[in-house]
């Protein structure tokens, strides 16, 4: 019976460090107030677009650029409304978080031509924002985004952990709070 018992506690311990590897989503749930109640967890990390968009420069860039990082990935419009709202809110969380453990990427998607996305920069101050155009869509519609914004967390292996649909203050306590929770609890790059 000891052996039985052994063997069964030895074909757990991959399953126990793989949940160990993963965000503790019930502390991180319990985080949640204000608008962070719309941001959603997911069961399982799930795989992003490999599509690829492009910088203010023109060149390519790839979400697995931003691998070892933890990343608010924002999907955006200049000619969306509630997307000018929350903009000036995270180009200050990542000139507050931002460095070698979190990044604010910020996609602009669809009709946006790069003119406006910088007059918009420059008339709200966007300082700390990287200029990231999704022209054809192809990221966001890899990712099943329907509507803007909509801004998902990846993990440092650059899977999405969770999704919030709409605008957020992300300057919140309970923002920041579950973001440094997330660098905290996944601070050794994968």
């Not at 991959?14 to 503790?24: E, F, G, K, L, R």
């Not at 677009?49 to 390519?60: H, L, Q, R, Y």
């Not at 910088?118 to 054809?136: K, S, V």
């Not at 914004?149 to 919140?172: C, F, H, K, M």
Request: proline share 5%; aromatic share 6%; charged share 25%.
């Amino acid at each position: 019976m000891k052996t039985l018992l052994a063997a069964a506690c030895l074909a757990l311990l991959p399953m126990t460090a793989a949940v160990a590897d993963s965000p503790d989503t019930a502390a991180l749930e319990a985080l949640r107030e204000g608008d962070m109640k719309k941001l959603v967890f997911h069961p399982a990390p799930q795989d992003v677009s490999s599509k690829a968009f492009v910088d203010d420069t023109g060149a390519e860039r790839y979400l697995s650029d931003f691998r070892g990082k933890i990343v608010v990935l924002n999907f955006w419009a200049t000619w969306c409304a509630p997307c000018r709202k929350e903009m000036p809110g995270l180009d200050r969380l990542q000139g507050e978080l931002g460095g070698d453990d979190f990044q604010v990427v910020t996609l602009a998607t669809g009709r946006n031509s790069p003119t406006a996305i910088r007059r918009f920069f420059t008339d709200e101050n966007i300082a700390h924002l990287p200029q990231f155009n999704d022209r054809g869509q192809t990221v966001a519609r890899d990712m099943g985004v329907l509507g803007l914004p909509v801004t998902a967390i990846l993990n440092r292996d650059g899977q999405e952990i969770a999704r919030l649909r709409g605008d957020a203050d992300w300057e919140s306590h309970s923002a920041k709070a579950i973001l440094l929770t997330l660098i905290d609890q996944d601070r050794t790059p994968h």
